[in-house]
């Protein structure tokens, strides 16, 4: 089964980061045969770290998109060579497979090549014997390339040598031999005795005997000589074909091949790979091979899979989820879910928060989490319904919470204060990180309203940032092309928020709060984004809308 995505929104607030986690466990346990894997799309804030931290666990893993790449589709299990192969061997792959390239390899895991017809084919039409006066041989790959036998093994296993065919007579085959000095060549000869003496003289590297039977020892003493002697079963002709086909790929192998690297975009690799004469490449990550692609790897896009949590629409999704497949969603949040080509799980429950949706999987399973994912689910828990006092908290939240803090063994008010304690301070924290921490985007009507929200130990300070909070808004509304951006900041002990908001008069005359100042409001009692700030901004664009 291939990997399985589960993953928040865009600048994941705890109870995304949390349920992704717990739901990926969730989903393993249930289903050892998959590969779910948790997953965030966007920093993590200091409440969140604090809380992976304090449960002894990593938190899911960043991904920037989910574009497909060419780790996607490269074959990893790909046929291999050893760089000491023989060319007959890379031959026989390349035409039995119909692939378009091997892979050559030093020892078990290092690249150092790669092999395809056109490497091969250059060896045979450029590499002549006069062209390429000298091939690497090896006792090993003759032996099984060369039907036959060794009356004779040397001690060299590998050597260099040029090919000598005793086909001239022995006055030529001598000043041949001679012309070729200091290099030695291994002879191809058959009932020679002249020729077959001279070479145990200049001790060549070794002598293929062709003509011979297997079983007929030939009438010369080769005790003095130190090479190898190989009687082949075939002619001299076939002989030397198969003498070159036992070449070892190391010798003609593309030692500096185009690769991709993993995280190449799918189209870019397509391009890359269309563009050039190649018909495959070798695809590394780190430096190290993951993998091969060639021209039908391309004839597909392929798609991740994603499991959505705490968000269904595309806009709060992280990039590239347009050409990912939803396979499920959990969620708690209006439904503005895309079209599915087929039908897909969707739990979807006004409740406080998604790890309250993640823990109920975990009980209609009858599956008993461990400490570490419920503290994790209790957390997302709290921080989403601000330890019990939003009012999106059910009383189904309210005993998932009991149970959960049991099950984690923590004490649920102690480690609810401690946890939402760990806020951004607005003078030190830089405002950009304040106001797209949990930036979420709406459109109704040809409207687009982005809505922060940032949790404080208290609101006395928001007057000191606000101008720099109102300019970095503003900065989103255009980067983001957006009607209206706005920043809920909530004092979640008092029970009190502040809304700040780009200009748009029309609009802001139809808000139900109180005007403080320019672009600035008071909304006591409003924790929740959700349940009381958003059906009022949607309402005003409904309102805007109409107008």
């Not at 099984?144 to 040397?154: D, I, M, S, T, Y």
Request: aromatic share 8%; glycine share 6%; proline share 5%.
């Amino acid at each position: 089964m291939s990997e399985i995505i589960v993953i928040g929104h865009k600048n994941p607030d705890t109870d995304s980061a949390c349920a992704a986690w717990s739901y990926a466990r969730f989903k393993n346990t249930v289903n050892p045969e998959g590969r779910y894997v948790a997953a965030v799309c966007g920093p993590l804030g200091e409440q969140t770290k604090f809380v992976f931290s304090n449960a002894g666990v990593e938190p899911p893993v960043y991904l920037k998109d989910v574009q497909p790449r060419v780790l996607d589709i490269a074959d990893a299990d790909c046929l291999r060579l050893d760089g000491n192969d023989p060319i007959m061997l890379a031959f026989e792959d390349l035409d039995e497979h119909t692939i378009s390239i091997v892979p050559v390899f030093e020892g078990q895991d290092t690249l150092s090549g790669v092999i395809s017809m056109h490497e091969i084919t250059r060896y045979f039409v450029d590499g002549s014997l006069k062209s390429r006066p000298c091939n690497t041989f090896r006792l090993d790959n003759i032996e099984k390339v060369l039907p036959g036998r060794f009356l004779k093994r040397g001690k060299l296993e590998e050597f260099s040598a040029p090919i000598l065919i005793g086909a001239m007579n022995y006055e030529n085959s001598v000043k041949y031999i001679h012309s070729i000095e200091p290099a030695k060549p291994i002879m191809v000869v058959g009932h020679r005795p002249d020729l077959i003496n001279y070479a145990i003289d200049c001790q060549v590297p070794a002598i293929i005997l062709t003509g011979f039977d297997l079983e007929e020892e030939p009438k010369v003493d080769f005790s003095r000589y130190e090479g190898s002697v190989y009687l082949s079963e075939s002619d001299t002709a076939e002989t030397v074909r198969q003498l070159q086909l036992s070449v070892p790929v190391k010798q003609i192998m593309d030692t500096e091949p185009l690769c991709l690297t993993h995280d190449t975009l799918f189209d870019e690799a397509k391009k890359t790979l269309f563009n050039s004469e190649f018909r495959g490449l070798p695809v590394l990550r780190k430096g190290r091979f993951a993998g091969v692609v060639t021209r039908a790897s391309f004839i597909e896009k392929p798609k991740r899979k994603l499991i959505l949590v705490d968000h269904n629409e595309i806009g709060q999704a992280i990039l590239g989820a347009e050409e990912a497949e939803i396979c499920e969603i959990i969620d708690h949040h209006r439904l503005g879910a895309e079209k599915t080509s087929t039908p897909i799980y969707i739990y979807s429950k006004p409740i406080g928060s998604t790890c309250s949706i993640v823990f109920a999987h975990y009980r209609m399973a009858g599956i008993e989490p461990d400490r570490e994912t419920a503290l994790l689910m209790l957390s997302g828990l709290l921080s989403d319904t601000m330890l019990l006092r939003s009012p999106t908290t059910t009383p189904e939240d309210r005993n998932y919470a009991t149970e959960l803090a049991r099950l984690a063994g923590v004490d649920l008010q102690e480690y609810g204060t401690r946890m939402l304690s760990c806020v951004a301070s607005l003078k030190t924290a830089d405002p950009v990180k304040i106001v797209g921490a949990d930036f979420k985007e709406y459109t109704e009507h040809g409207f687009s309203a982005g809505v922060g929200q940032v949790e404080v130990g208290t609101l006395a300070d928001v007057e000191d940032v606000k101008a720099s909070l109102m300019a970095t808004l503003n900065d989103f509304r255009k980067e983001r092309n957006l009607t209206w951006a706005m920043l809920l900041v909530t004092d979640i002990v008092r029970e009190h928020s502040v809304l700040l908001c780009t200009d748009w008069p029309e609009a802001e005359s139809e808000l139900a709060y109180k005007k403080l100042e320019s672009g600035m409001f008071d909304l006591p009692g409003v924790l929740s984004r959700k349940k009381q700030l958003l059906p009022e901004v949607l309402r005003i664009l409904d309102v805007m809308g109409k107008n």
